[in-house]
């Protein structure tokens, strides 16, 4: 449990074979980069690029300066592997309808 002089949040980190959640005590003033850094989850993943990472707090992507609340989840964005934007234009471009939930209509079972 946090002290008066802390904070307590989180910081999460998922990939298709592991996901993680750290809980830390932190002070009042720390910004989303240093909570990064403190939790040792750069060390535990090194995949993870400190010069390009992409990281939000329960779901909104924030800038590494953004100071903590009492209770913030900070979470760590893997990049895209494909653009969805691109993944749609070719499947236009194929011919291929999509159904609810995303797969084509046009598949054969």
């Known amino acids: 449990m946090a002290s008066a002089e802390q904070i307590s949040i989180e910081v999460a980190y998922a990939r298709p074979d592991e996901q993680i959640v ?7 003033d720390t910004s989303m980069q240093q909570a990064i850094e403190q939790s040792g989850i750069l060390e535990r993943f090194p995949e993870i690029d400190p010069e ?3 990281a939000g707090i329960f ?14 989840r900070v979470e760590i964005y893997r990049p895209l ?3 969805p934007k691109q ?12 159904k609810k939930g995303g797969g084509s209509l046009d598949e054969t079972s």
Do not use: S, Y
Request: without cysteine.
């Open 52 to 54: 390009k990472l992409k």
């Open 22 to 28: 750290l809980k830390l005590d932190v002070a009042p």
């Open 59 to 72: 779901g909104k992507l924030k800038k590494l300066t953004q100071t903590l609340q009492q209770g913030d």
């Open 87 to 98: 993944v749609r234009k070719e499947r236009a471009a194929a011919g291929k309808r999509m």
């Open 81 to 83: 592997i494909a653009d």
